[in-house]
């Protein structure tokens, strides 16, 4: 009955969150995309910079 208990409560608790509406979703979506893009391009640029000190470094 416990694990009954958890999800009735779950449920309970999950009304009480307040949604975000339409723009308000588009908004955190399109900044949740750009800062993935952002990481992910600057993380290339650390990667390929490090890549190539270490080919010079032995060489």
């Known amino acids: 009955m416990k694990p009954f208990s958890f999800l009735k409560n779950v449920n309970r608790e999950m009304k009480k969150v307040s949604w ?3 723009p308000e979703l588009t908004r955190y979506t399109i900044i949740v995309i750009f ?3 952002f990481l992910t391009v600057f993380f290339a640029v650390i990667d390929l910079g490090i890549t190539q000190l270490l080919n010079l470094l032995f060489e």
Do not use: C, K, S
């Open 35 to 37: 800062t993935v893009l």
């Open 20 to 22: 975000p509406r339409g």
